[in-house]
């Protein structure tokens, strides 16, 4: 069984009964399409009523939400831009800790549940490959997924725990690559433990769209005075720029809004997008996703770990397939700055550290 939980934005007049329930993808899509037939049809409701909805929520606020000019559609007004930039901002923040609630919701309804499959625990960082894999898997009959978003380091622990069976982490390339390894290193059982490729990914500066403060390096943050939206103290994202800061001799007290943070890679491009910052750190993808530039300054490999047995059950088996078939990779292909590299090859611990030494995928 998989839950989703959806947020509902209602809104309340201080010592009035009146109350708005705004329904954001339905501006979401004007301003997408600046079509009020395809937010109608994305709603599945009239025209007609769509309409209605939009004068009653203006009527609500006393601000218009909508502008339509003959023979150039219909677009939002500044206000409208607002709610929606809004909702993205609260979808990117909060979206993994809602499937994260879902997901403990299914786990502790499932045992009053005629059909029990296979459940496969993973325990992984926040990613949009990660997203792709596990909507494959939720396709597949008898195996069900429960994934919990955590950091890099959390979750090998829980694999050591045996509180999952899969682990995700993600190790920079180049020089970082060994300091980078030392978090996990202590996690990692030589004898039991088993290396899984799954993709590739860019890292680097998200910028407005133009890119109009010039911004081409870490450094070019702090002589621009650009205004910097950070990811949280527990993500592997923030300990990967911390650790290029270092390098780079940057004091982080330098950068304008270094202390302000976001909990997901998307969560800081729709700060971006939305204007109140001019730069974050993040994969290619979500800079992409929300319409922002990008200056890559370096790739990720993205890995699953597990114990050698599990590598032999049916669900993993069944896992590895998927993740060596067309159709995954067709999935990440579609995602910018993201490559299926060896996806689904399992290398010893031994290997992997080797792999590590010499910077190599």
Not at 71 to 90: I, S
Not at 215 to 237: C, M, P, Y
Request: one cysteine or more; glycine letters at 8%.
């Amino acid at each position: 069984m998989h839950i989703e939980i959806e947020t509902v934005w209602r809104f309340h007049k201080e010592g009035s009964p009146q109350t708005a329930v705004v329904m954001l993808g339905i501006l979401n899509e004007i301003r997408k399409t600046g079509k009020l037939t395809s937010a109608a049809k994305h709603a599945q409701l009239s025209y007609r009523h769509v309409w209605n909805l939009v004068e009653q929520w203006s009527d609500f606020f006393g601000v218009p939400l909508v502008e339509t000019h003959r023979g150039k559609g219909t677009k939002l007004t500044a206000f409208g831009e607002k709610l929606v930039w809004a909702g993205e901002r609260m979808q990117a923040r909060l979206g993994p800790q809602l499937e994260n609630l879902a997901q403990e919701l299914a786990t502790e309804i499932k045992p009053f549940l005629h059909q029990r499959p296979s459940v496969i625990r993973v325990h992984a960082s926040h990613g949009f490959a990660v997203s792709k894999l596990r909507e494959l898997l939720d396709r597949e009959p008898g195996i069900g997924v429960d994934l919990r978003y955590v950091s890099n380091q959390h979750s090998l622990v829980s694999l050591a725990q045996g509180a999952c069976d899969l682990s995700g982490v993600h190790l920079p390339r180049g020089e970082l690559r060994a300091q980078s390894i030392r978090a996990c290193k202590e996690w990692l059982d030589p004898r039991e433990d088993r290396v899984i490729h799954f993709v590739t990914r860019e890292m680097g500066l998200m910028v407005k769209r133009g890119n109009p403060l010039k911004i081409d390096s870490l450094q070019a943050l702090v002589e621009r005075k650009a205004r910097f939206v950070n990811r949280d103290h527990d993500s592997g994202t923030r300990l990967l720029f911390d650790q290029l800061l270092a390098q780079h001799r940057i004091d982080e007290a330098k950068i304008s809004g270094a202390q302000q943070m976001e909990f997901t890679h998307a969560a800081v491009a729709a700060y971006v997008a939305s204007g109140m910052a001019d730069a974050s750190f993040g994969v290619e993808a979500a800079a992409r996703q929300f319409g922002l530039d990008f200056v890559r300054l370096l790739t990720e490999d993205y890995f699953f770990v597990c114990k050698r047995g599990f590598l032999e059950t049916e669900p993993m088996r069944r896992v590895l397939d998927i993740m060596k078939g067309r159709e995954f990779h067709e999935e990440v292909a579609s995602l910018p700055g993201y490559v299926a590299t060896d996806t689904g090859t399992v290398s010893s611990v031994k290997e992997f550290l080797e792999s590590v030494d010499t910077g190599a995928g």
